[in-house]
Nanobody
Framework: VQLQASGGGLVQAGGSLRLSCAAS????????MAWFRQFSGKEREFVAA????????YYIDSVKGRFTISRDNATHAVYLQLNNLKPEDSAIYYC?????????????????WGRGTLVTVSS
């Protein structure tokens, strides 16, 4: 496993979680990092991305103002802070590393993927 996501769990609506993704230098340094999520029975959906140096971020509209992506280049980790969670945020969340413009949501641009972590938001 080249990327390892963790931090998912069960939380009530309005609550928060912090997802973490541990990577190696090989799968992290110089790459755009992103979080995707997959709803049951649906295709994987892009959620947020951060540039290789952390200077630029991008979010899909449905999570803007609630989710924050960050990275620590010293420890090869990327994070996703999830605030004000809603039941419709319930999904398996995946981290990924790759190239492309900050707002390019195509999954094919990402070379490395981690196993997902499940987020369940109860109403």
């Amino acid at each position: 496993v080249q990327l390892q996501a963790s931090g998912g769990g069960l939380v009530q609506a309005g609550g928060s979680l912090r997802l973490s993704c541990a990577a190696s230098e090989h799968t992290f340094s110089g790459y755009r990092m992103a979080w995707f999520r997959q709803f049951s029975g649906k295709e994987r959906e892009f959620v947020a991305a951060i540039s290789w140096n952390g200077g630029t971020t991008y979010y899909i509209d449905s999570v803007k103002g609630r989710f924050t992506i960050s990275r620590d280049n010293a420890t090869h980790a990327v994070y996703l802070q999830l605030n004000n969670l809603k039941p419709e945020d319930s999904a398996i969340y995946y981290c990924a590393s790759g190239d492309g413009d900050i707002g390019d949501t195509r999954s094919k641009l990402f070379y490395y993927w981690g196993r997902g972590t499940l987020v369940t938001v109860s109403s």
